[in-house]
């Protein structure tokens, strides 16, 4: 496990079994670095954050959270947690050189040769201090890769027009809207010499910063897995799409359109384009995430009562049915096989008949109830809600109109 190689199933139960009879952080930091070996990251930091509350003067879950938070690319959590071991044990040299690690992925160059450094003069053959060495020597001069200020600063704003980031140029600083209200004001020298001391090309420089913007504004934890562990499939209709220039989006069933959001308590957070391009994602692999991230969120399916407009829940069946989740992503829900088996299991088979006029909750009932489906017809959408009456049978939601007649 030490050695990176993944531990299969019984190794790993029995890792874990060991860990739970020791209770301490040494085996419990040991399970972490399996679930790392296994490609389980956002696990293992899940782990390791519990460690850290556990252990707070142990300076090897620290190290442990830091460098498994830097494969993140959360840079921000892996320089306290690192900083929290320094305080534990000064000049520690596996601590100094994960602290380079992340300066040096993060484009500081000069602060990570200044770590390294100070590593080799304690200890001039340590191997990860001596290879980051050279990586740092194989880069080209800052000289050649850094472009004018001007043209940074002409790039930079091209990058966030494209990615549909909100912002203004004002004097000597960049303000960006965030989602949560409120605005960011961003030194634009600091930037460009952040930019400068990465050696970064114009190209990829840009591209960075302007992830790490878009990040801000839309509230989203740095690094790609972090973003792609947050991202929900919403289903909207025609009419949206005048107000969402720059979202990413794909045609959905019978007219309607799949947009991608953040998953956030207190907003939908649309994912622009240009985080995408930035990431260097395709729509098809954001899709694929999105809805896998959608069926690891269920949502109960609720007997409900619908009387004069007023919804509530009811104790006993109805034959009127709700998902109810409450944060958005209802309508796409209906898009899913574990909810489509849900509601077979709650409602009795379909085909249903489904309202999706309101954002906060979907209401269905079986196409054969005319008495609910004569509720259902009496509603009217709200503003932001899927207008019209929807057949759902299997995968496949159609328009009632489109089965008038027959």
């Known amino acids: 496990m030490e050695a990176g190689e993944p531990l299969d199933a019984a190794e790993f139960a029995a890792l874990e079994r060991a860990a739970r009879e020791e209770g301490g952080p040494r085996l419990r930091t040991a399970v972490a670095q399996a679930l790392i070996n296994a490609d389980e990251v956002v696990e293992a930091v899940r782990l390791l954050e519990t460690a850290r509350r556990d252990f707070p003067t142990n300076l090897h879950v620290h190290l442990a959270f830091g460098r498994a938070a830097a494969s993140l690319e959360r840079w921000g959590d892996a320089e306290r947690a690192l900083h929290q071991a320094l305080e534990l044990q000064p000049d520690d040299p596996e601590v100094l050189t994960a602290l380079a690690v992340v300066a040096l992925r993060r484009g500081e160059r000069t602060r990570a040769r200044a770590l390294v450094d100070d590593v080799l003069s304690r200890d001039p053959f340590h191997a990860e201090a001596q290879l980051l060495a050279s990586e740092l020597k194989s880069g080209a001069p800052q000289a050649e890769l850094a472009a004018s200020r001007e043209d940074f600063v002409h790039a930079l704003l091209d990058q966030l027009k494209r990615q549909s980031t909100p912002h203004l140029m ?195 009932c079986r196409l054969g109830d005319p008495l609910n489906a004569a509720k259902l017809e009496g509603l009217d959408a709200a503003r932001d809600g899927i207008g019209g009456g929807w057949r759902l049978e299997g995968e496949r939601l159609t328009p009632l109109s489109d089965w008038a007649g027959l």
């Not at 090309?201 to 504004?217: H, M, N, Q, T």
Request: net charge negative.
């Open 170 to 364: 004002q004097k000597q600083q960049l303000l960006v809207r965030l989602s949560r209200k409120g605005i960011a004001r961003l030194d634009v020298d600091a930037l460009y010499q952040d930019f400068v001391d990465s050696g970064r090309g114009l190209d990829e420089g840009v591209r960075s910063v302007g992830r790490e913007i878009a990040e801000k504004a839309l509230a989203v934890p740095g690094g790609k897995l972090q973003f792609l562990s947050r991202v929900l499939p919403v289903l909207r209709d025609s009419s949206f799409l005048e107000r969402s220039e720059g979202a990413v989006r794909r045609e959905g069933p019978a007219g309607l359109w799949v947009f991608y959001a953040v998953e956030d308590p207190e907003a939908v957070l649309y994912v622009p384009q240009g985080l995408l391009d930035s990431h260097r994602m395709t729509v098809d692999q954001l899709d694929a995430v999105a809805w896998k991230n959608l069926d690891a969120r269920p949502a109960e399916v609720r007997a409900i009562e619908l009387e004069q407009g007023a919804l509530r829940l009811s104790p006993n069946p109805t034959g009127l049915w709700c998902i109810a989740h409450g944060d958005g992503h209802d309508g796409a829900r209906l898009l899913t096989p574990a909810h489509q088996a849900a509601m077979e299991r709650t409602a009795g088979p379909g085909p249903f008949r489904v309202y999706l006029g309101l954002r906060e909750l979907v209401l269905f």
